[in-house]
């Protein structure tokens, strides 16, 4: 190339020349006439790749260094914000100066008509993008997401402000909202905090520029400096800006926002700078708004309200920073398609924030319903649901299952999370996994099955109750057969993958909240037995023969588990109503003359001992003159029952006592062993006084005593030897006198009655019409563990036969000839395998049997 060719040339591009950019434009005198010449020669694939060099090295030594020098030295949010707004208002001017150049270039290259794919640009305008984008992506500065943040974030506080929004007005929608977008700038101000994290407060600071007037104050507000030294609390402050209206900024910072997202879009760099910032702004954004909206709060839905939020104010937001893109139908779509990823993200947001409160949720049903249907909304919308069980089920297995909760408690729970999970999972699948750990437990727990029991019978507000007396009538057994409506076969769905294959959908939607508490134990005699003991404690604590109420819940539980398991229970409310009628008949028949025989009315409750549960074996050494009053009420009976007798338990039952002292009277109803105790500190009976005395098992006795100076004081040694008591027991019982003021421990294990109230104050004759119960509140009846091994009992006697017989057996052997032979008849006791071994094995540390090589056999004598 000549040198008059070169100078042509450089006339054509002065920038060629050293002469800088800037200076281009198709108007120049001979550009044309250079034209011709570079066509010529053949110049003009040789010209624009020196072009596109001296471009490039323009962008990379220059511009793109003046362009992230901005993004340096960061001091605050407002900092933040004027440096991306010089940042990109340089940058747009220094590259415009390069726009003629590519310009000159097309036109160049449509003269010559050359076609040519530069960077993968068909168009010079597009190589100049790519250029642009890349050189200032390989100076990535390193505080640049920082700055970014603070414009975008500044920006985004204006546009919520419902007060002004850029000169603009809101959707109607929106305006709505004003009170909810009145604290956004507190929001976003912890949305910083999560984004930028390594970055403290910084200090005020002023600076020159439309929003010079502005500081930012250690609480990230946006103040005025006059406002920040003297700030009256009765001014009203702009909620965008937080300057006073008068001063308010939110114009010129709306505007500036625009022009600086139109320059962005003209260089098409938008999303390469800001994409990233701005989708991390707007999910934090999210997140923050649903921990607001549903923290703790479950009595609402928001669902709608979340979702109609993204569309007005984020989507809003969103719409006016790609307002300037020259093809709107493209970014249209572009909003639309990611509004659909910005729903997703909203949807599990809210799902795992209601995740994470879910146990308060279970708690406070059904109250907290709406966030349940909320839930059950998203759950079908995300891919949680494994999350779900996995954290529902850790959650219920660190707050509920340990021995800090109480089993009432544990109950209460898993009644509440059977309900929650059948209206989040209809399918019954995450409830049948979400509570498998809490059956386990309450299987393990001793007092489960009557805890269950006490709160079905229960008169006072409990769930179990209530679900008792519905009446819905459901399938106790979880494993018996159940068809399937075919009806409905239309609207059939196939279980959900982590669906148990061996349970079938009917099974799990049938089942009621007290058929699955019974199927704990596999089964319901376990329920039924527990019942029978409590009816029994029930009935025997109980003043009067009143028995409506017990016979109610006795109808209802025959729905729920057949009459012919609660048979016995039937035979035990008879045997109350039988006494009754018993005790009137002998009472008002002359033939039998017990008023007349009797010092004192005694009346009796005569059970079938075949039909009610183990009583507890305990002794007590009855005053002769009540076993007097027995044996004559025995013999009345058997006069009226012929071939019947009564065996009297005289540590059950209750006695009325009129205690008379020196200055005060004092009647109690209590048991009888606190009767003997008390009959033993009287001393010597005064002549005249009648001593009216009963001790059946439901005992009413009037006693009179007269303190005398004879026998005032006992030991504990001598007292419990006299009534056939353990001492630790009697020490138990009195502490109960002792409470009353009647007895006092003068020295160790001494007790002397006491007379005279302290003081010497005489007080009125007082009844007390109560009954004693002890601190622990015993039951009468023996524990389910002790008629259990009662119960196994029984089949000792056959499995010594047995291996007399055979010599030797294996478990399932053993176990299978006692179904046959000793499981039969209407007393029958079944037992399980497991519960078998342990027997047998009991049996072998007891050494009355060996075992060796899985072989059972008799030890030799």
């Known amino acids: 190339m000549t040198n008059l060719i070169w100078s042509k040339v450089c006339f054509t591009f002065?920038?060629?020349?050293?002469?800088?950019?800037?200076?281009?434009?198709?108007?120049?005198?001979?550009?044309?006439?250079?034209?011709?010449?570079?066509?010529?020669?053949?110049?003009?694939?040789?010209?624009?790749?020196?072009?596109?060099?001296?471009?490039?090295?323009?962008?990379?030594?220059?511009?793109?260094?003046?362009?992230?020098?901005?993004?340096?030295?960061?001091?605050?949010?407002?900092?933040?914000?004027?440096?991306?707004?010089?940042?990109?208002r340089d940058l747009y001017n220094s590259v415009t100066l390069l726009l003629p150049v590519f310009r000159k270039l097309e036109r160049l290259r449509d003269y010559c008509g050359v076609c040519k794919v530069t960077y993968g640009e068909e168009t010079l305008y597009g190589t100049f993008k790519v250029i642009v984008g890349a050189t200032l992506h390989s100076q990535l500065s390193l505080g640049h997401k920082v700055v970014t943040e603070d414009f975008y974030r500044i920006a985004f506080k204006v546009f919520c402000n419902p007060e002004k929004s850029g000169g603009e007005t809101l959707p109607q929608s929106m305006a709505c909202q004003s009170s909810e977008l009145r604290v956004l700038g507190l929001i976003l101000d912890m949305a910083e905090k999560f984004i930028i994290g390594s970055h403290p407060p910084p200090h005020p600071h002023i600076y020159s520029s439309p929003m010079a007037s502005l500081v930012l104050t250690d609480s990230s507000q946006l103040t005025s400096d006059s406002q920040h030294l003297d700030q009256d609390e009765d001014e009203v402050q702009c909620g965008g800006c937080s300057q006073e209206l008068e001063q308010c900024h939110c114009d010129e910072i709306m505007a500036t926002f625009n022009e600086t997202n139109r320059k962005l879009i003209e260089l098409d760099i938008l999303e390469k700078l800001a994409g990233d910032v701005i989708t991390a702004l707007i999910h934090v954004r999210i997140e923050n708004r649903v921990q607001e909206m549903c923290n703790a709060s479950f009595s609402c839905s928001y669902i709608s309200s979340l979702e109609n939020w993204l569309d007005t104010v984020v989507l809003g937001w969103l719409s006016k920073v790609y307002?300037?893109?020259?093809?709107?139908?493209?970014?249209?779509?572009?909003?639309?398609?990611?509004?659909?990823?910005?729903?997703?993200?909203?949807?599990?947001?809210y799902t795992c924030t209601r995740i994470d409160q879910m146990f308060n949720i279970i708690i406070e049903y059904p109250d907290s319903q709406p966030a349940v249907e909320d839930l059950r909304v998203c759950v079908q919308k995300t891919d949680l649901r494994g999350y779900l069980t996995r954290k529902l089920e850790q959650t219920l297995v660190t707050k509920l299952l340990h021995q800090g909760v109480?089993?009432?408690?544990?109950?209460?729970?898993?009644?509440?999370?059977?309900?929650?999970?059948?209206?989040?999972?209809?399918?019954?699948?995450?409830?049948?996994?979400?509570?498998?750990?809490?059956?386990?437990?309450?299987?393990?727990?001793?007092?489960?099955?009557?805890c269950v029991v006490t709160a079905l019978t229960d008169e006072g507000p409990s769930e179990l109750a209530d679900e008792l007396v519905r009446c819905q009538v459901q399938n106790v057994d979880e494993n018996s057969p159940l068809e399937d409506n075919i009806d409905n076969w239309e609207s059939w769905e196939p279980d959900p993958m982590d669906a148990d294959p061996s349970k079938t959908a009917k099974s799990r939607q049938s089942s009621d909240i007290i058929s699955m508490l019974a199927n704990v134990y596999g089964s319901k005699e376990t329920f039924v037995t527990e019942y029978r003991t409590l009816l029994a404690d029930r009935l025997l604590s109980s003043i009067s023969y009143n028995t409506e109420k017990e016979l109610r819940y006795l109808e209802l539980l025959k729905l729920r588990f057949g009459e012919g398991h609660l048979h016995y229970c039937e035979v035990m409310l008879k045997d109350i109503y039988d006494s009754k009628r018993i005790n009137g008949h002998l009472t008002s028949d002359l033939n039998f003359d017990l008023i007349r025989k009797q010092e004192f009315p005694t009346t009796a409750l005569i059970l079938s001992a075949q039909f009610w549960p183990a009583f507890k074996e305990e002794t007590l050494e009855l005053p002769q003159i009540v076993k007097d009053h027995f044996q004559i009420y025995t013999e009345a009976f058997e006069m009226l029952k012929g071939n019947r007798t009564l065996n009297w338990k005289p540590h059950l039952g209750f006695v009325t006592i009129d205690i008379e002292l020196k200055d005060r009277k004092i009647s109690l109803s209590v048991s009888p062993i606190h009767a003997t105790i008390i009959w033993h500190f009287?001393?010597?009976?005064?002549?005249?006084?009648?001593?009216?005395?009963?001790?059946?098992?439901?005992?009413?006795?009037?006693?009179?005593?007269?303190?005398?100076?004879?026998?005032?004081?006992?030991?504990?040694?001598?007292?419990?030897?006299?009534?056939?008591?353990?001492?630790?027991?009697?020490?138990?019982?009195?502490?109960?006198?002792?409470?009353?003021?009647?007895?006092?421990?003068?020295?160790?294990?001494?007790?002397?009655?006491?007379?005279?109230?302290?003081?010497?104050?005489?007080?009125?004759?007082?009844?007390?019409?109560?009954?004693?119960?002890?601190?622990?509140?015993?039951?009468?009846?023996?524990?389910?563990?002790?008629?259990?091994?009662?119960?196994?009992?029984?089949?000792w006697s056959y499995i010594v036969g047995m291996l007399t017989n055979l010599d030797s057996m294996p478990l399932d052997r053993i176990h299978q000839m006692l179904k046959m032979f000793a499981s039969q008849g209407p007393m029958s006791v079944e037992c399980n395998v497991q519960e078998l071994r342990h027997f047998l094995d009991r049996k072998v540390r007891e050494h009355k049997l060996l075992f060796s090589g899985g072989l059972y056999r008799l030890p030799k004598t």
Not at 414 to 436: F, H, I, N, S
């Open 406 to 450: 109480n089993t009432p408690d544990v109950l209460t729970a898993y009644v509440a999370a059977v309900k929650t999970l059948r209206q989040l999972d209809p399918t019954g699948v995450l409830l049948d996994t979400v509570t498998q750990p809490v059956r386990k437990y309450l299987r393990n727990r001793h007092d489960t099955v009557r």
């Open 323 to 349: 307002m300037y893109s020259p093809v709107q139908d493209i970014t249209h779509q572009a909003i639309n398609k990611f509004k659909q990823k910005l729903l997703h993200h909203l949807y599990e947001t």
């Open 14 to 88: 002065p920038f060629l020349d050293g002469k800088g950019f800037g200076t281009e434009t198709m108007e120049d005198e001979g550009g044309y006439e250079g034209f011709d010449l570079i066509k010529q020669e053949n110049l003009c694939a040789f010209i624009e790749e020196l072009a596109i060099n001296l471009i490039e090295n323009e962008m990379r030594e220059k511009i793109a260094p003046e362009f992230w020098k901005n993004f340096n030295n960061r001091e605050n949010e407002v900092d933040g914000f004027n440096k991306f707004k010089t940042a990109v």
């Open 682 to 795: 009287q001393g010597v009976q005064r002549p005249g006084k009648q001593l009216k005395k009963a001790f059946p098992m439901r005992i009413v006795v009037y006693v009179s005593l007269v303190a005398c100076q004879e026998r005032l004081e006992w030991t504990i040694e001598d007292l419990s030897h006299q009534m056939q008591v353990p001492a630790t027991v009697l020490r138990r019982k009195i502490a109960f006198w002792q409470s009353q003021g009647l007895l006092r421990e003068v020295s160790t294990d001494m007790f002397v009655l006491v007379e005279d109230t302290p003081g010497g104050r005489c007080k009125d004759s007082m009844t007390v019409d109560m009954s004693c119960e002890d601190e622990e509140s015993d039951s009468p009846m023996a524990s389910a563990h002790d008629q259990r091994e009662e119960e196994l009992q029984v089949f």
